[in-house]
T-cell receptor, first 113, second 108 residues
Framework: GAGVSQTPSNKVTEKGKYVELRCDPISGHTALYWYRQSLGQGPEFLIYFQGTGAADDSGLPNDRFFAVRPEGSVSTLKIQRTERGDSAVYLC???????????FGPGTRLTVT | GEDVEQSLFLSVREGDSSVINCTYTDSSSTYLYWYKQEPGAGLQLLTYIFSNMDMKQDQRLTVLLNKKDKHLSLRIADTQTGDSAIYFCAERNQKVTFGIGTKLQVIP
């Protein structure tokens, strides 16, 4: 079975542009998480979906960040008016309800120039 | 809020045991995790422990949890060069909070 996949693997964009990052969770996993990992840091929680709804979006840094999961499977993280400080690796993870393990994707490395 | 702290660096000789320590603040944590991240790679779950346990052993890995002191440790027996990586401690209530990571260097 396929693991969590994320596309693109790398994204370079100019300051002020809009970007979308995609996550395909493991089939059947109802929970989906987005994290951001800056250089030399641990992953920082952004948002958690249970099914289609955002159960906890307290980690989103500001209103330029938004995420959706319209059919309870694939999720898209959207960043408007990107800033250089948004440069990081964006990680997605999924898990089954009631199961403790989160399975991480390889991440999308975002570079804002 | 939740906070997870761990030392930044550990160096051991091949064949020795490694002990990586972590402290956390959230007394409501349900699970505590150890993840491994190799250069340029994603996060790999090594092991986890439920908060009502005090020890878990899995082959060369031993996790000890002192819930009273909110202290978690990971012991790697017979450390190999392939164990060189960054090890993240994480705790979960609803969301997961990660530490900054401990870089383990194994000297041949």
């Amino acid at each position: 079975g396929a693991g969590v996949s994320q596309t693109p693997s790398n994204k370079v964009t100019e300051k002020g542009k809009y970007v979308e990052l995609r996550c395909d969770p493991i089939s059947g996993h109802t929970a989906l998480y987005w994290y951001r990992q800056s250089l030399g840091q641990g992953p920082e929680f952004l948002i958690y979906f249970q099914g289609t709804g955002a159960a906890d979006d307290s980690g989103l840094p500001n209103d330029r960040f938004f995420a959706v999961r319209p059919e309870g499977s694939v999720s898209t993280l959207k960043i408007q008016r990107t800033e250089r400080g948004d440069s990081a690796v964006y990680l997605c993870a999924s898990s089954s309800t009631g199961v403790s393990e989160q399975y991480f994707g390889p991440g999308t490395r975002l570079t804002v120039t | 809020g939740e906070d997870v702290e761990q030392s930044l660096f550990l160096s051991v000789r091949e064949g020795d045991s490694s002990v990586i320590n972590c402290t956390y603040t959230d007394s409501s944590s349900t699970y505590l995790y150890w993840y491994k991240q190799e250069p340029g790679a994603g996060l790999q779950l090594l092991t986890y422990i439920f908060s009502n346990m005090d020890m878990k052993q899995d082959q060369r890995l031993t996790v000890l949890l002192n819930k009273k002191d909110k202290h978690l440790s990971l012991r790697i027996a017979d450390t190999q060069t392939g164990d060189s990586a960054i090890y993240f401690c994480a705790e979960r209530n609803q969301k997961v909070t990660f530490g900054i990571g401990t870089k383990l260097q194994v000297i041949p």
